[in-house]
C-alpha cells in the first residue's frame, strides 16, 4: 500500500489557552486536528498531575494534527503566537498517511 509523508504536529499548552490555540490553528488553514487532556508529566519544574484538581484551569491538553510538509512554516508561526508567552511544548515529527488527499 502506498504511503505519503506528512508532519505530525502536537502541542502541549495550559487548557485555558485552547480556545486561542484552536483559534490560531485554523487562522492557519488547518480543520483537523485532535485534543487529549494531559493527566500529568514533568518539566522544568519537576513532576506535576491534574488529579485532584478542582476545574480545568490547572490542567493542561494537547492539541494533534497531521498536515502536509508545505503547510508546516505557517502553522507554526501561527502556533506560536500563542505557545510563546505561555508554558508549552511543541514536537514536529515525521509520519506516513495513507490517505494524502485528508492532509
Same mark, same amino acid.
Do not use: N
Given at each position: 500500500?502506498?504511503?505519503?509523508?506528512?508532519?505530525?504536529?502536537?502541542?502541549?499548552?495550559?487548557?485555558?489557552?485552547?480556545?486561542?490555540?484552536?483559534?490560531?490553528?485554523?487562522?492557519?488553514?488547518?480543520?483537523?486536528?485532535?485534543? +487529549?487532556?494531559? /493527566?500529568?508529566? $514533568?518539566?522544568? @519544574?519537576?513532576?506535576?498531575?491534574?488529579? =485532584?484538581? *478542582?476545574?480545568?484551569?490547572?490542567?493542561?491538553?494537547?492539541?494533534?494534527?497531521?498536515?502536509?510538509?508545505?503547510? +508546516?512554516?505557517g /502553522?507554526?508561526? $501561527?502556533?506560536? @503566537?500563542?505557545?510563546?508567552?505561555?508554558? =508549552?511544548? *511543541?514536537?514536529?515529527?515525521?509520519?506516513d498517511?495513507?490517505?494524502?488527499?485528508?492532509?
Amino acid at each position: 500500500m502506498q504511503t505519503h509523508k506528512a508532519k505530525q504536529v502536537a502541542i502541549t499548552i495550559e487548557a485555558p489557552m485552547e480556545r486561542r490555540l484552536r483559534a490560531a490553528i485554523e487562522e492557519a488553514g488547518v480543520t483537523g486536528y485532535s485534543i +487529549l487532556p494531559v /493527566l500529568g508529566g $514533568s518539566g522544568r @519544574s519537576g513532576p506535576w498531575s491534574a488529579e =485532584g484538581q *478542582v476545574g480545568l484551569a490547572g490542567g493542561m491538553v494537547q492539541v494533534s494534527c497531521i498536515i502536509r510538509p508545505d503547510r +508546516l512554516d505557517g /502553522l507554526l508561526e $501561527s502556533v506560536f @503566537s500563542v505557545v510563546e508567552r505561555h508554558i =508549552g511544548v *511543541v514536537t514536529v515529527t515525521d509520519c506516513d498517511v495513507l490517505r494524502a488527499e485528508r492532509f
